[in-house]
DNA sequence: ATGGCCGGTGGAACCGGA
């Protein structure tokens, strides 16, 4: 089962760029994020006739995210539990029921910036920021949560977080940034010290592999990227991991995201 | 992480992104 993660920004922006990479790559499930898009006006037409299942959980203009699947889908959850209030739309969860059940929860975690910092150079842990370290501790109850069901599941999506100095091209540029922060990669952490498995760090220990690089500044053609498009797999789905790539060609391609699909293959 | 962008909204600038 080939299951990827992809930060499309903008599915009306992706419309053509989107259905090519499927058919070249022929995954069987996809977590898409930054849809843009109500679910009224997403596209599903256009997914089913390539043989996709599509459940979306979308909001206007901002966020937004959907699973596509060539198996059937069963028991969709929409929203990040742990927080009513929150109406931004970055967590969709299913149950993907092939030769073996996964558990696919596809996640758009906040960005974090700006930040502001107190005298003391601290972080204050508020505003944006703060939002983004409490949506990691919600999503971390999540996690937790699933893993008593032990079965296999996979968490995918743009997480906004640069793990380690290796997984920047310019890491010191970051030092200061909410996708670099000391907090944003000790939540990080904390989620992988759950149980869970990086399938990319997993099977690629070479530096300098990224999944985005920004619009501006000639970023692509200088490789000046990051990776922040992760796959955290449990130990019942990491037991059945045989691969993991980046599609790092799709950013040379035609109006293409800033981010690059990531894939993993299991076994099941 | 910028000299240089892009997408969505709404119908011009402006917000948000990473």
């Known amino acids: 089962m080939k299951i990827a993660t992809f930060n499309i920004n903008g599915i009306k922006a992706?419309?053509?760029?989107?259905p090519?990479?499927?058919?070249?790559?022929?995954?069987?499930?996809?977590?898409?994020?930054?849809?843009?898009s109500q679910d009224?006006?997403?596209?599903?037409?256009?997914?089913?006739?390539?043989?996709?299942?599509?459940?979306?959980?979308?909001?206007?203009?901002?966020?937004?995210?959907?699973?596509?699947?060539?198996?059937?889908?069963e028991d969709v959850v929409r929203g990040l539990p742990g927080d009513e209030a929150?109406?931004?739309?970055?967590?969709?969860e299913a149950k993907v029921v092939g030769k073996t059940a996964v558990r696919v929860c596809g996640l758009y975690l906040?960005?974090?910036?700006?930040v502001e910092f107190a005298a003391?150079?601290?972080?204050?842990?508020?505003?944006?920021?703060?939002?983004?370290?409490?949506w990691m501790a919600r999503m971390r109850a999540r996690v937790a949560d699933l893993l008593t069901s032990e079965e296999a599941l996979v968490f995918c999506g743009d997480?906004?977080?640069?793990?380690?100095?290796?997984?920047?091209?310019?890491?010191?540029?970051?030092?200061?940034?909410?996708?670099?922060?000391?907090?944003?990669?000790?939540?990080?952490?904390?989620?992988?010290?759950?149980?869970?498995?990086?399938?990319?760090?997993?099977?690629?220990?070479?530096?300098g592999q990224y999944t985005f690089w920004d619009y501006q500044a000639g970023a692509w053609e200088r490789n000046n990227g990051i990776r922040i498009d992760h796959l955290l797999l449990s130990p019942q789905a990491a037991d059945?991991?045989?691969d993991c790539q980046i599609d790092k060609a799709v950013r040379g391609g035609d109006k293409p995201s800033d981010h690059v699909p990531v894939w993993i293959e299991l076994d099941a």
């Open 14 to 18: 992706r419309i053509e760029a989107l």
């Open 20 to 36: 090519a990479w499927l058919a070249q790559a022929n995954p069987d499930v996809v977590c898409l994020q930054e849809i843009k």
């Open 40 to 73: 009224k006006d997403f596209p599903r037409e256009l997914f089913e006739s390539m043989g996709y299942a599509v459940e979306t959980h979308g909001q206007k203009s901002f966020n937004g995210v959907a699973i596509l699947s060539k198996l059937p889908l």
């Open 86 to 92: 929150d109406e931004q739309a970055r967590w969709i």
């Open 110 to 114: 906040p960005n974090g910036n700006p």
């Open 120 to 134: 003391d150079g601290q972080p204050v842990i508020a505003g944006k920021y703060g939002y983004k370290l409490a």
């Open 159 to 207: 997480y906004n977080v640069i793990p380690q100095a290796e997984d920047a091209a310019k890491p010191e540029v970051w030092a200061r940034d909410a996708l670099y922060l000391p907090q944003s990669r000790e939540a990080f952490r904390r989620l992988l010290n759950l149980g869970l498995t990086e399938a990319f760090r997993a099977r690629n220990p070479a530096p």
């Open 240 to 242: 059945l991991l045989t």
